[in-house]
Nanobody, 122 residues
Framework: QVQLVESGGGLVQAGGSLRLSCAGS????????VGWFRQAPGKEREFVAA????????YYGRSVKGRFTISGDNAKNTAYLQMNSLKAEDTAIYYC???????????????WGQGTQVTDSS
């Protein structure tokens, strides 16, 4: 059974940083692409970032490029999203997902986590 479990969300002031984690079980991340998406209240789900372990490519949404960094640890089967220079508009539930890179980038991943809340506390 595949499970993706996000953690690391919380309250953060504008300008601050958070690191989200996505731990996978039942699948090997290095054989997939892993992505992060977010959904704010009343808004559509938005692509944030993705990593394709092989061949080691990363992708970013326009609104986070230059501020967020996606990475992964094969040994821990975990993906990370380092979020810096956070803004109020980054407030959302953040979800990780796993599938092929095309499926991730199309927002049609087969595996999803339950989400973790990131909230601007300013």
């Amino acid at each position: 059974q595949v499970q993706l479990v996000e953690s690391g969300g919380g309250l953060v002031q504008a300008g601050g940083s958070l690191r989200l984690s996505c731990a996978g079980s039942g699948l090997t991340f290095s054989n997939y692409a892993v992505g992060w998406f977010r959904q704010a209240p009343g808004k559509e789900r938005e692509f944030v970032a993705a990593i394709n372990w092989s061949p080691g490519l990363t992708y970013y949404g326009r609104s986070v490029k230059g501020r967020f960094t996606i990475s992964g640890d094969n040994a821990k089967n975990t993906a990370y999203l380092q979020m810096n220079s956070l803004k109020a508009e980054d407030t959302a539930i953040y979800y990780c997902a796993a599938d092929s890179a095309p499926a991730i980038l199309a927002g049609k991943a087969g595996y999803w986590g339950q989400g973790t809340q990131v909230t601007d506390s300013s």
